[in-house]
């Protein structure tokens, strides 16, 4: 395996939107230094992230969200990438975290990755579990695939909110994030900051890549009433956050979905990603409460590896392992509910 360094703001999406120079750019402006990397095995050559930050004094940890691409003998190619990146990443690195992409389709017999240096983290970073919607025939047959719970719920919706983009302007940002908030405290979830938020959407359009960041906004008599951040690359599309109001058991969050799955289709998305459901075997349960709405869009249950450390330095892994498991036990204590989405 040769392992090359390439510039992560040239970084192409081919996979992921977290396997891109917008996510690196996120990502950098979040404390991560990215790193990218064009890797050549065998009789294949592909590309990957990897993002590094400092999470202990004179330690840190590398992570590779949602890649390398898959293949046959996944587990010797981690190992093999692991120690041909070991070069190249700085000295300070006590383990290298991969979340893989997602593989198997109403599964949840995923793969476990084993090994003397690999080890299954208690908790992973990105979710286990998702909801996918195959988009290659177009948005009126992806509608005809919705479940009854969606089509009476659009129906009623559709008569009360509108949906559009958002301008840009800080009045509608700053009411939409009351709203986030205020989602946050109902369904108990972990809100990300302001300042993370409007970083991500000002990088719309100004990083050289193939990913759009959009937030998707409904109104009720003009009045906004919640509203989605939807990722768009060439092949997928990903819903990351969600906020809204309730009205007499009434929700935007069925319109705000409709609205992006039909942005999705004209921008010729091969899959709409609802982003997010508990994983194999009760993992992830904090996810449990989005399934019955995710689902309700006639999508697949998709399913992965749990996040996977591979380890350069046993003590230090220990120790942040450990001190991870009691953060994410306090964070992820609560289940969020329909149309909340966790941090990614």
Known sequence: MVVRSIDYKKFVCTGSVLQSSFWAAVKHGTGWIPYAFEVEDEDRTFSVLVLVKQVMPLLKIAYIPFGPPLSSQVGELLKHLAKALRKSLPSSVFALRFDLPFEEVNDQNVML???????????????????????????????????????????K?????????????????????????????????????????????ALDGKVSGDVDCKLLLATE??????????????????????????????????????YAIKMACEKGCATYDLYGISGPKGRGSHLAGLEVFKLSFGGQAYYRTPSTDYVYAFLPWKLYAISEYVRYKFKRRVKPQEGAQPNS
């Open 157 to 201: 919706a559709s008569q009360v909110f509108e949906v559009g983009l958002w301008g840009s302007d800080g009045a509608s940002f700053k009411r939409w994030y009351e709203i986030y908030l205020e989602t946050a405290k109902r369904d108990g979830f972990s809100p990300r900051p302001a300042k993370y938020l409007k970083a991500l959407l």
């Open 113 to 155: 990755i084993n090994g003397p240096r690999f080890k299954t983290c208690r908790e992973s970073v990105q979710p286990e579990g998702t909801v996918r919607i195959d988009l290659h025939w177009g948005y009126h047959a992806v509608t005809l695939g919705y479940r009854d719970r969606a089509k009476r719920a659009l129906r």
């Open 221 to 258: 008599k003009r009045k906004i009433v919640g509203g989605i951040i939807v990722l768009f690359s060439k092949t997928e599309a990903v819903y990351l956050y969600g906020a809204s109001q309730r009205f007499d058991s009434l929700s935007c969050s069925h319109v705000l979905q409709d």
